[in-house]
């Protein structure tokens, strides 16, 4: 059995005892009974932490240690994955089978993807007369939040150590646990003390004095449009570099002749991942109102297939909400596209289990574009259904949102496809169901965010540029 109750915290290479009082509960959602505790942290804690990163900070780190360190996190990360598989599940309420691949597969093919990136990287070029160095940033502040609570570590802290950047982590007070798992990965790997802290605790003591501390020089926080809109302000005090991944609001776009039954069944599978708590999920699907009808059947027979359940059951494809907070969220948003006029196909806001934060697999027809629906995300396994009048309808209502995070369009021939996609407003868009690429570049429009995860474009965001113009009688 795990132990999931903690009291220390990971600073300048060690466990220590926070400065803060006090800890955090951690409820399985699954249960609704506390299955572990965090500290919560203090101010002084997050100065200690910031203190041990600048001291760790060598802005001439070769790229040879840099790889040594990357590899051992890895390594000693890998090893731990059942463990964090089963410490996601819960915490967080992820089926087993989601935990078991994309909670901690994905992160684990994205950390890989990361070594790739930095073994082959070119950190200096020649421009003219000029000689360009990429070098480390600085100390990485970053924030994560508790849907992916893997991923979303690995994504920023693995290109931070790649690019030779200390960090100092706040992980969710909803899913810690597992960031704590991590942790321990990366004390095993033996890293120089100050290269990766941990501090958790209240996102408005932790997470405002990370955004707003001096001796921060990039901010990377995932979470909420509101919670990013906070943090870059407090960022912009101190000039810092600031990386913001937000919310989203997806578009699945069907035009007339795409394959409309791979369509459904892939957007469906898509909308509901991880319980519909996915950032990216494409939940507005737009359907051509020639083939309305024939969507909607397709997509109440794919949803009956959407069993909800215990997420220790293998058989589970959707586990309940994360929290109390977010089951709520998520049932206000149905009640509320009910009254909006939305036609309510599958599901609803009843309360389907005795115990645990559960929501019934949602899907509502004929939403209004500018409703609340059409609008704003639920996260949660709710799916907007909306009919188009034609190709330029499609466009219209894809791009009509503030966000513009992720989504999908299927033409009748990659070229139609992907000529459409090339005005839509996202920042990543799957093409008549392309794959997952961990090394492409990921991040918003809009209101969805600024910069991008993943990959080099994820690498480069930790490293400064410095230009140096040498004399002509250097060749």
Known sequence: MHDYNRTSLFIDGGWVTPAGAGS????????????GSVPSGSSDDVDAAVAAARRAFDPLITVAERKDRLARV???????????????????GAPVRIAQS???????AVANGFADVLATFEFEERVGNSLVIREPYGVVGAITPWNYPLYQVVAKVLPAIAAGCPVVLKPSNEAPLSVFEFIEAVDEAGLPAGTVNLVSGSGRVIGERLAEHPDVDVLSFTGSTGVGQRVGELAA??????????????????LEGGDLATAVKVGVGNAFLNGGQTCMAWTRMLVPRSRYDEALELITAAVSRYTVGDPQDPATRIGPSASKSQWETVRGFIERAENDGARL???????????????????????????????????????????????????RIANCTPY???????????????????????????????MYNPLA???????????????????????????????????
Not at 102 to 108: C, G, N, Y
Not at 237 to 254: F, P, R, T, Y
Not at 346 to 365: H, L, M, S
């Open 345 to 395: 196909l599958v599901g609803g806001a009843d309360k389907i289990r005795d115990v645990g934060y559960y929501v019934a697999p949602t899907v509502f027809a004929d939403v209004d574009p500018e409703s609340e629906l059409g609008q704003e995300e639920a996260f949660g396994p709710v799916l907007a259904v909306i009919p188009t009048r034609d190709d330029a309808d499609a466009l």
């Open 102 to 108: 994309v909670q901690t597969q994905v992160p684990l």
């Open 404 to 434: 513009g995070l992720s989504g999908a369009v299927w033409g009748p021939d990659v070229e139609s496809a992907t000529t459409f996609a090339r005005a839509v407003q996202t920042g990543q868009l799957d093409i008549n169901g392309g």
């Open 237 to 254: 005090g101190s000039i810092k570099k600031v990386a913001l991944e937000l919310g989203g609001k997806s578009a699945n776009v069907i």
């Open 24 to 35: 955090i509960d951690v409820v399985d959602p699954a249960t609704e009974e506390v299955i």
């Open 441 to 475: 570049p990921f991040g918003g429009y809009k209101k969805s965010g600024v910069g991008r995860e993943l990959g080099r474009f994820g690498f480069e965001e930790y490293l400064q540029t410095k230009s140096l113009q040498l004399p002509k009688t250097h060749s």
């Open 74 to 92: 890895i390594a000693a990360m890998e090893k731990r994955l059942p463990d964090i598989a089963e410490t996601i599940t819960r915490e967080m």
